[in-house]
């Protein structure tokens, strides 16, 4: 029988989408910082990655 996982180290998937979701946003953050992309060319890449499913 598996063991049952440790209670402290149970994340709730909202707390992962949220923590996702800040990852991003930093990576992309620091990016249009130092000038290697924009906002808008990454909306554009998300699109295409969208439209191509």
């Avoid at 992962?16 to 130092?34: C, D, F, P, R, W």
């Amino acid at each position: 029988m598996p063991e049952q996982p440790d209670k402290e180290n149970v994340f709730s998937i909202e707390d992962l989408v949220v923590s996702h979701s800040y990852e991003m946003l930093a990576l992309i953050t620091v990016l249009e910082n130092k000038g290697i992309l924009n906002r808008a060319e990454i909306i554009s890449v998300i699109d295409q990655l969208k439209n191509s499913e």
